[in-house]
DNA sequence: GCGCACTACCGCGCTATGCGTAATAGTGTC
DNA sequence: GACACTATTACGCATAGCGCGGTAGTGCGC
């Protein structure tokens, strides 16, 4: 029951859809997530993912010192990370439609 | 376009998926799996999940010398295996769902 | 005014797991 | 006799999510 195995590879794609239409800093990318239903998602790993989209030219960052609270650094997603959500979201789907045909074959045979 | 990471977590079900109706050795595991879509998977990558669920007491296992080539290690799936493998599935297909609904709940905002 | 909770971020080290590579070994082909 | 295919195993690497702890700011209750 070890859901964490499961979002290898796919926290990326989830980390660039939820910011795709508005900006977002850490914690509220981990609260959109949460929300999403992925409830077990750390917050360590969502920061991670962050730093590591950023390093990879998939988004854009920028502090905005908040009046009530820490500062929040604040990610949007480029061009270059719209093409990598693109296919990101093509290869979840053709992945996942792959594996329910072996589930499927599994059942039928 | 890492479908390796996409595996995770994921192959376990896949493997136990392809054995559930019909005992199979190693290769021919992979032989399935390419089969049914999964072309990049590696050959060490089944070996080790069957010999870690092996160790998990979801596999049984026995050796078949065969007359024309090396040895063969069958696989079959045990009852502990069949639950594990309900429990897996209904997991990701709740993950996938949760995914999905991320991926259009960005879409769509 | 002090502790505590919540927001917000970061770094370190651990662990699981898929993969590359190489080794071993039997059989058939050219 | 070198090579290709079947079949398995072992060693070590890289990726990435997570637990834990630390820093820091704000506000609340006692």
């Given at each position: 029951?070890?859901?964490?195995?499961?979002?290898?590879?796919?926290?990326?794609?989830?980390?660039?859809?939820?910011?795709?239409?508005?900006?977002?800093?850490?914690?509220?990318?981990l609260?959109r997530?949460?929300?999403?239903?992925m409830d077990?998602?750390?917050?360590?790993?969502?920061?991670?993912?962050?730093?590591?989209?950023?390093?990879?030219?998939?988004?854009?960052?920028?502090v905005?010192?908040?009046?009530e609270?820490?500062?929040?650094?604040?990610?949007?997603v480029?061009?270059?990370?719209?093409?990598?959500?693109a296919?990101?979201?093509?290869?979840w789907?053709?992945?996942?439609?792959t594996l329910?045909?072996?589930?499927?074959?599994?059942?039928?045979?």
């Open positions: 029951m070890d859901t964490s195995q499961l979002l290898k590879g796919v926290l990326d794609l989830a980390v660039l859809a939820v910011l795709r239409n508005e900006d977002g800093y850490g914690y509220d990318v609260r997530l949460r929300t999403g239903g077990e998602v750390g917050d360590a790993s969502v920061y991670g993912t962050l730093r590591r989209l950023y390093r990879a030219g998939y988004l854009t960052s920028y905005v010192p908040s009046d609270g820490p500062h929040r650094k604040y990610y949007g480029n061009e270059a990370g719209r093409t990598k959500l296919e990101s979201e093509e290869a789907r053709a992945f996942a439609a329910d045909g072996i589930l499927r074959k599994g059942a039928a045979a």
